[in-house]
């Protein structure tokens, strides 16, 4: 399905038929053990620059585990990279919490254009939303940090970016069901934006939840009121971490020949 890269994330609350992992419990605690932390650059330091600075530059600015299995091993690798023109020495401070497990190859040195290769593994026992990060810490620059994401998608959810409904006569409806299905034991929150109305066509419903391991339908009823080819086109938003909204057009019509088709199918029948 087309992915639309801006629309509202903004959710109502609803209410949940089902207790298992609601959203609003998905969230990792990441307090830090005081065991873990490497040296005291974790405690005097600030990290707020993302990406790169003069000196670093940060490939990808961020690791993203999307979608998981529980008890399966997980790897990501991040490229540190010396930009500047001169040789450098960086500090990395590792991940933190037990989730996640960061090895890299210390250099004393980084020669610019070469860069440091950091593993970072992660192997999910619960299914939840878990978040750590990587400091730099770079003297004379601003230090870095890169954020290191772990989530439960919706990876089974196949939305065509075009329906074409049946023609149908006017006086009459055809309905179409859109099914929003989840294989994990989460329930998702979803929302339905028509961002292109058309008075032809009626979507039901427009907010709710997929159930955890379950199906949820949005039914869009097509009936037409004059001759003519009509569209609708619908957004779809997922209530989950570093979603992007899905865009759908319908489109359905009808002609003067169906209402004369159906009456001589009526006739027929009457004989």
């Not at 091993?73 to 500090?91: C, F, G, M, P």
């Not at 034991?185 to 339905?192: K, L, T």
């Not at 869009?220 to 004059?226: A, E, K, N, S």
Request: hydrophobic share 35%.
């Amino acid at each position: 399905m087309e992915v639309a890269h801006s629309a509202s994330e903004t959710f109502t609350d609803s209410q949940r038929k089902k207790t298992p992992l609601p959203l609003c419990q998905l969230v990792e605690d990441t307090k830090i053990s005081p065991s873990n932390v490497p040296h005291h650059l974790l405690e005097t330091q600030t990290y707020t620059k993302l990406k790169s600075n003069s000196a670093i530059h940060a490939e990808p600015s961020a690791l993203h585990f999307s979608g998981f299995k529980l008890g399966k091993d997980y790897q990501r690798t991040l490229k540190l990279i010396n930009i500047s023109s001169e040789v450098i020495n960086i500090h990395i401070i590792p991940t933190q919490t037990k989730h996640f497990q960061t090895k890299y190859l210390k250099k004393h040195r980084l020669v610019p254009g070469l860069s440091y290769t950091v593993k970072v593994h992660f192997c999910p026992k619960e299914w939840r939303y878990f978040y750590d990060c990587i400091r730099v810490h770079c003297k004379g620059e601003e230090n870095l940090q890169v954020p290191v994401h772990a989530y439960p998608i919706i990876d089974d959810l196949h939305i065509p970016t075009h329906i074409t409904i049946p023609a149908v006569p006017l006086g009459q409806s055809v309905s179409h069901v859109i099914p929003l299905s989840c294989s994990c034991p989460i329930d998702f929150e979803f929302q339905v934006y028509i961002i292109q109305p058309h008075k032809a066509f009626s979507v039901q419903p427009l907010s709710g939840v997929i159930p955890a391991n379950g199906k949820v339908e949005v039914t869009v009823t097509f009936r037409p009121f004059q001759y003519d080819t009509s569209q609708v086109t619908l957004q779809v938003v997922i209530s989950q971490f570093n979603s992007k909204p899905y865009v759908c057009t319908l489109s359905g019509s009808s002609s003067p020949h169906l209402a004369l088709s159906q009456q001589e199918k009526d006739m027929g029948h009457a004989r």
